[in-house]
């Protein structure tokens, strides 16, 4: 298993402001990922990131709005950018150990985000 | 595109029922997997069912993998009140060579003492 930080645990931000989500792993892990959860619902895949490489973002999300970054294998940053209050939501980390298509996903506690 | 689809949204039970919940996808999967998010938490992972018709126990929960590896279930016998949360499977797309997990919108289980 894996230890997984978040930073911070929540924030209340201004509309059209940045905010910079920080998810720390204790052990080296392939997969990163990064998802939002509305309250009462899913997760929703955001994007994966990929160390050393431009993360991979799914249908409807952009880098524009939520540039990430990958360093090394047990850190990751998901910006989101120019907020609304649409963008208020829980943000998710998750780590998996493998590559491969059978490996379960760790996750962070989560980042409460509130935009005003 | 991959649909993961889950029943019912919301199970409410008196202490000692069972429940029961299911999952179903538009395409064949890879494997299934299941967690469990307690109010206020974050998702942790269950277990994974990799084989068709596979059947896994873990004390009084149990999980199933359809034979086309299109459905599964997790039924929980004589719930306690320690089973509040929501469940949630997720699948992996047989064609997906990333660990992309395709989750179901959960099932939100409350347990009446």
């Known amino acids: 298993s894996a230890v997984i930080s978040q930073k911070p645990s929540r924030d209340i931000c201004q509309r059209g402001t940045s905010l910079t989500i920080q998810c720390q792993v204790d052990?080296?892990?392939?997969?990163m990922f990064w998802y939002r959860q509305q309250p009462g619902q899913s997760l929703t895949l955001i994007a994966t990131a990929n160390q050393g490489s431009e993360a991979t973002y799914e249908s409807g999300f952009v880098i524009d709005k939520f540039p990430i970054s990958r360093p090394n294998l047990t850190f990751s940053t998901l910006t989101v950018s120019n907020m609304s209050p649409e963008d208020s939501s829980i943000y998710l980390c998750s780590v998996a150990f493998g590559q491969g298509r059978d490996n379960e996903q760790f996750f962070g506690p989560g980042t409460r985000l509130t935009v005003l | 595109g991959q649909q993961v689809m889950q029943i019912p949204q919301y199970q409410h039970v008196q202490e000692g029922e069972d429940f029961t919940t299911y999952c179903n996808s538009s395409t064949t999967l890879s494997n299934i997997q299941w967690y469990k998010q307690r109010p206020g938490g974050h998702p942790v992972f269950l277990i994974q069912l990799v084989k068709s018709g596979e059947v896994k126990k873990q004390k009084r929960l149990t999980f199933q993998f359809g034979e086309a590896k299109k459905n599964s279930s997790l039924h929980i016998t004589a719930t306690q009140t320690t089973d509040v949360g929501t469940y949630f499977c997720?699948?992996?797309?047989?064609?997906?060579?990333?660990?992309?997990?395709?989750f179901g919108r959960g099932t939100q289980l409350t347990v009446w003492p």
């Open positions: 052990s080296q892990v392939t997969m």
């Open positions: 997720a699948g992996t797309d047989r064609g997906s060579t990333l660990g992309r997990l395709y």
